[in-house]
């Protein structure tokens, strides 16, 4: 038998507070055979990170495994005495988790991080394991090779660093290697990079491996079998063409859909918007951090000449990758960061830039939803407080008829109504983002900001979310601001989409636009950087140009996207920043390239672009 | 060291500077609001106005005091805290002859109790919701609980009036060999240390009990790396800073907070120092005093700080 992870009846256990003990993971069993790659897929709570560290011998504290056998090489990892089990782990199997950048410990070097566990294991001397070491950052493409492992962890970049600990984990050649989630806090034009380093060298190497992940698109590019799991329950499991082409279970098909935001149908009908005045509109924007120089500037500017309209009862979507100053837009427009330079006006009346000097009901006009609801709800207060609070403070309702407007409220984000006793720890994700909903709502704003609201959902559950948000905007004609790192998510739901890249907003047009030639470059980057549901996309993508995200280097005189531009003029990008330009398709760029020379180069690209979403 | 580093530590300098000018105004104006008068304990209850009114002249306590804080400060920043009022010798001669004995004690205690409370609180950390760790849990929280007047009284009936182990009074003059220090401190430096100690182990443990939180350190676990090494090479390293802290606060009670300690064991140290030139309100010595003890407290929490700031590496190396 060839099998080299055998995992049978395997149950792990959770204490709660009564002291009852709770199966999170229930009876799981599975095989992995040499020199494959399973994947284990699930929302959270599914228990799939709960079966990978089992296969450590690892619970988590407050976990125990129940019962069960694992075996990894024919070892029994479950009979272990710790002792074994310390030589066992980061020896035979390794483990890369899914924040390389909370992995790796702040006060040591990176190089004494990635051959500590080659050197409690004695397998190799510590001169051969940094020469390894070096070998294997090279493989996974990392600049700087021969001196990255001298630099601590904060000195590199997140993407590097995720890639750092995949030549951690493969240092010691181990039988197997487990990754749970190594791309998932990483943008998509990152992500792409990584998983093209660790598919090429988990195939070079013939490593057997089990990867973790909430993303299907994702798995189907390295997996060759896939686990589906819910309630700590497997589901289904088999080849990958076979799960995704014809899922045998319900959940899998689910989940396939959910994976899949242009196979919803949000209406599209009635979004020909107000003829009027727009309802926010924003002139030149410039914010930042740090004090203001001569020129206006702050020293440390987040955006740079920023314009956007959003007429009422429309939605913009915001997309750009982390750090391009997205989140920056939403704070600045709801004023909690008061822009530099540039104006905002509210249906033609000038909004002051910091929310100080704004009066009450330009502020209950314009609302907020943070990404995180675990930390923007008040874990002290009841629902039905922080609900009441904002009714009380704009609308000066009395006890009485705030109960009842609670309850309308709860209604409207299709949350049962006895939830309003709750508080927020007792909510799931969704549900605490839907009460995050509610308190915006409250204020019966006019323009709704939601900053990555569905980016810390599940896959299922952040699209109910969106597809509330569709509801209430039919039915309330109220505005958002969408922003998000999510193209697909983007183009699905809003009207006009905007793409921000390093503070400067370099294509907006209606949404159609988005999945018509010619792009900004840039825009053709993230589109082709989006992971489709089908085997063989990563191999299909031509690979970036330049070093990857980062701070641009030529930020100031030259065009912010110069360095990884595959498109760039020599002795034009690198020198004068570029100007903005209207295309045919009826979309504004910020290109020095002209319209006819965007759309050869990107007609070069095998692939072609999905399709628009039908119009229902 | 680099120009983020040198500012930092430069800003913490300078703050510590300031603070102690800050203290010295308002140690110099508390001793002013303090009740009743040097001349008055000098000359007794039965004093004439006039003969007071002389000796407030001949003791230069009639200028007012914006020009006595001054005088009183130049002479601080020269070394020269003036005059006792009381006995007529320079303050810096009286403190002179009482600091060492204060610094033997604080020292004494410092040496057992730091690295005694380090390993206890590292200890129940690893150990954490283990029989170990709840016994020194109650045993710190029980100990910081009872007055320190009560574990000192206590200690000299128990092992100096019944058990005659250990004498119950402390002469640091009178000491000529490692044994006898050790007997004759014994008794004050164990009051002061269920005191101190009970703090920096709770505190040295909730930093360590963070770190250990932290998915780094289920990293290196799952690396295979064995609890000694986890927490001595990983989790450590990031507790510097929390730990540094508290460990300065617990010090800068042994510096100044043992009064009690000093009175009960008959102490010649400098609190006790302190207690005497305020019953006889000798200012010049309450206030040389004072800022003796907020200077202590001040370079200790500096250190501290320094502590925190030169084993990040975001700082070190950027």
Known sequence: MDAVVDVRGLCVSTRDEQGADRLIVKEAEFAVSRNAVLALIGESGSGKTTIAMALMGYARPGCRIAAGSVRVGGTDVLALPPRALADFRGKRVTYIPQSAAAAFNPSRRIMAQVVEGASIHGLMPRAAAEAKAVELFRALSLPEPGSIGRRFPHQVSGGQLQ????????????????????????????????????????????????????????????????????DGEIQEQGATDRILVAPQHAYTSSLLQAADPTLRSFRQADRRG?????????????????????????????????????????????????????????????????????????????????????????????????????TALNPART???????????????????????????????RLPRHLAERYPDELSGGQKQRVNLARALAAEPDLILCDEVTSSLDTVVGAAVLELLDELRRELGVAYMFISHDLSTVRAICDEVMILYAGRKVESGPRQTMSMRPLH????????????LRMGWLESVRPAVGEGPGKPRYADAACAFYGRCGLRLEGTCDRRAPETQRLAKGAEILCHRAEQELLAGQAERSRTISAPVTVT | MNAVMARLIGARVAVCVLSLLIVSGLVFIATSLLPGDVTQEILGQSATPEAVEGLRRALNLDRPAPVRYLEWLGGLLTGDPGISLVNRLPVAEMIASRLPN?????????????????????????????????????????????????????????????????????????????GQLLRSFALPVATLSCVVMAQMTRMTRAALLTVLDT????????????????????????????????????????????????????????????????????????????????????????????????????????
């Open chain 1, 274 to 374: 107000d003829p009027g005045p727009p309802l926010l509109e924003a002139r030149d924007l410039v914010a930042g951090y740090g004090p203001a120089g001569a020129d206006g500037r702050p020293a440390a500017p987040v955006l740079t000449g920023i314009s956007l309209a959003i007429r009422r009862g429309s939605v913009l979507g915001v997309v750009g990758e982390s750090g391009c100053g997205k989140s920056t837009l939403a704070r600045v427009v709801a004023g909690l960061l008061p822009a530099a330079r540039g104006r905002l006006t509210l249906d033609g009346e000038a909004l002051a830039p910091g929310a100080a000097s704004r009066t009450r009901d330009q502020l209950r006009r314009i609302q907020i939803v943070f990404q995180t609801a675990d």
């Open chain 1, 163 to 230: 890639r750092l600990m995949a030549a951690m984990a493969l240092l010691s050649d181990p039988e197997l290697v487990i990754l749970d989630e190594p791309t998932t806090a990483l943008d998509v034009t990152t992500q792409i990079e990584v998983l093209r380093a660790f598919k090429k060298v988990v195939r070079e190497r013939g490593t057997t491996a089990i990867y973790v992940s909430h993303d299907l698109a994702v798995v189907a590019q390295v997996a060759d079998r896939i686990v589906v799991l819910r």
């Open chain 1, 383 to 413: 629902v039905a407080r922080i609900l009441g609070r904002p009714l009380d403070l704009y609308h000066g309702m009395a006890a009485d008829r705030r109960r009842r407007r609670v309850r309308e409220l709860l209604d409207m984000v």
């Open chain 1, 521 to 532: 470059p840039y825009t053709d980057l993230l589109i082709a950087s989006v992971p489709e």
């Open chain 2, 102 to 178: 204060s610094l033997l004690l604080a020292g004494m205690a410092a040496a057992f109790c730091v690295p005694a409370a380090l390993f206890l609180g590292i200890t129940s950390a690893i150990w954490r919701g283990s029989a170990y760790d709840r016994v020194v849990n109650t045993a710190t929280v029980t100990t910081v609980s009872v007055p320190e007047f009560l574990v000192a009284t206590l200690a000299v009936l128990i092992f100096a009036v019944h058990l005659r182990w250990l004498p119950a009074m402390s002469y640091a003059s009178k000491i000529e060999s490692v």
């Open chain 2, 215 to 318: 998915p780094y350190i289920e990293m290196a676990v799952l690396k295979g790396a064995r609890p000694m090494r986890v927490v001595l090479l990983h989790a450590l390293p990031n507790a510097v800073g929390p730990i540094a802290n508290a460990v300065a606060f617990s010090l800068s009670y042994l510096v100044g907070g043992a009064i009690i300690v000093e009175i009960i064991f008959s102490y010649p140290g400098i609190a006790r120092l302190m207690v005497d030139a305020v019953a006889t309100r000798d200012m010049p010595l309450v206030q040389a005093c004072a800022m003796i003890f907020s200077a202590a407290y001040l370079v200790l929490v500096l250190v501290a700080d320094l502590c925190a700031i030169l084993s990040n590496p975001r700082l070190r190396y950027r």
